[in-house]
């Protein structure tokens, strides 16, 4: 395997933090030309220095003077803004683009990639929620392969590698069940930030980890598993799997399943996104079969965990809608994590933003813009009566 040039978009994240330990272990094999953050000015001037990289991008202006001040002596170069990062990701300098970045916000800088022909190794779930059939489209015009670094994602690619083409017929797309799984509704519907935040088995970030606790992340992987396999939603089954150590299923017409399994770590489908097709040694818990006294599945619970059934009724709708929802989410969460609503509004103020907002069935990326925009809005209008 040749030498690898990487771009982390989200370098400070919990996938970002997790790929440059996958890098650490290979230095031999890959280079950091480009890092990201956000705020963390602190951790990205740790990251850029350690690993050498020649670019970083502040996306917060304010902390530019400090993160420029701090890379000087080391002749990395510093940059600030979202334009930025758009144009350092397209750079010819750069093999694979890691899109680590949470939320919408990730889309504008993959489609930047894509269009240059970059590798796309995609953690960024809203990438395709908001605009699957446009970012589809675009890597195929620009030739550019998307693989995907969810574990959910990634174990579904690596079980159609042993395929030989043969198409699914069915997805099994395994949840953990987050921390509420045994939880009755009545229980839940008073869950505290904190509790929702105790995932059992993964490490995540916080609106990620949210997420789970709602199960629309399994929604948001139900919509993205849809562009990335091109299958109907409708072929994807979400089953409750808590614990964790088959990753998905793939199933085909004569019956036979293949599953991918593995220890809940995020770094092997990482590596795994950035090695491919090659394989590589990793510093990681192996399964032991001997110790897996069982493995338990289970239907979800769509009155517990609502939200799962708007991102079904989402990409069921199509056009601009799974944009809506996915807008009315981030606004939601955000207020969950800062104790200004309760767990169940989250799936209220997501589905009155739904009912309310213009549909388009085939939108371009400007009106997907547009549409996050106004969902935005109307979404924080909603949670008002609720705070």
């Known amino acids: 395997?040749?030498?690898?040039?990487?771009?982390i978009l989200g370098s400070t994240g919990s996938i970002g933090r997790q790929a440059l330990d996958v890098i650490r272990q290979h230095r031999d094999l890959f280079e950091v030309e480009l890092l990201t953050a956000n705020n963390n000015a602190s951790l990205l001037i740790e990251q850029a220095i350690e690993f050498e990289a020649n670019n970083v991008v502040i996306c917060n202006e304010a902390h530019y003077d400090e993160v420029a001040q701090a890379l000087q002596p080391h002749f990395i170069k510093v940059f600030a803004g979202m334009q930025s990062v758009c144009g350092l990701a397209?750079?010819?300098?750069?093999?694979?683009?890691?899109?680590?970045?949470?939320g919408f916000s990730g889309l504008e800088s993959t489609v930047a990639a894509i269009k240059a022909g970059?590798?796309?190794?995609?953690?960024?779930?809203?990438?395709?929620?908001?605009?699957?059939?446009?970012?589809?489209?675009?890597?195929?015009?620009?030739?550019?392969?998307?693989?995907?670094?969810?574990?959910?994602?990634?174990?579904?690619?690596?079980?159609?590698?042993?395929?030989?083409?043969?198409?699914?017929?069915?997805?099994?797309?395994?949840?953990?069940?987050?921390?509420?799984?045994?939880?009755?509704r009545e229980k839940i519907s008073h869950a505290t930030r904190q509790e929702a935040l105790c995932h059992p088995k993964w490490n995540m970030g916080q609106k990620v980890t949210i997420d789970s606790a709602t199960m629309m992340n399994k929604g948001l992987e139900v919509i993205e598993a849809k562009w990335l396999f091109d299958i109907d939603p409708g072929q994807i089954e979400v089953v409750v799997h808590p614990q964790s150590v088959i990753h998905s299923m793939v199933e085909f017409e004569d019956g036979a399943v293949i599953a991918q399994l593995g220890h809940p770590d995020m770094r092997e489908p990482i590596q795994?996104?950035?090695?491919?097709?090659?394989?590589?040694?990793?510093?990681?818990?192996?399964?032991?079969?001997?110790?897996?006294?069982?493995?338990?599945?289970?239907?979800?619970d769509l009155q517990k965990f609502p939200a799962l059934s708007l991102a079904y009724e989402a990409i069921g709708k199509g056009g601009n809608m799974?944009?809506?929802?996915?807008?009315?989410?981030?606004?939601?969460?955000?207020?969950?994590?800062?104790?200004?609503?309760?767990?169940?509004?989250?799936?209220?103020?997501?589905?009155?933003?739904m009912a309310g907002a213009d549909f388009v069935k085939e939108p371009d990326l400007d009106t997907i813009f547009q549409t996050n925009t106004e969902a935005l809005a109307k979404a924080r209008e909603i949670m008002k009566k609720y705070i």
């Open 118 to 184: 970059k590798i796309i190794a995609l953690a960024n779930k809203e990438t395709l929620v908001a605009a699957g059939g446009i970012v589809t489209g675009l890597a195929r015009q620009y030739g550019t392969a998307i693989l995907p670094v969810d574990s959910e994602h990634s174990a579904i690619f690596q079980c159609l590698q042993g395929a030989c083409g043969a198409k699914p017929v069915k997805i099994h797309l395994t949840a953990s069940g987050g921390p509420f799984r045994t939880w009755d």
């Open 272 to 300: 795994y996104a950035l090695s491919y097709p090659s394989r590589l040694s990793l510093d990681n818990k192996k399964l032991n079969f001997s110790e897996l006294h069982e493995l338990t599945f289970f239907a979800p």
């Open 1 to 7: 395997m040749e030498k690898r040039r990487i771009a």
């Open 90 to 102: 397209g750079s010819e300098d750069i093999d694979i683009v890691l899109t680590a970045m949470v």
């Open 322 to 353: 799974p944009c809506v929802m996915n807008a009315a989410n981030e606004v939601a969460v955000k207020a969950f994590l800062e104790d200004k609503i309760g767990f169940y509004n989250i799936s209220d103020i997501i589905s009155e933003t």
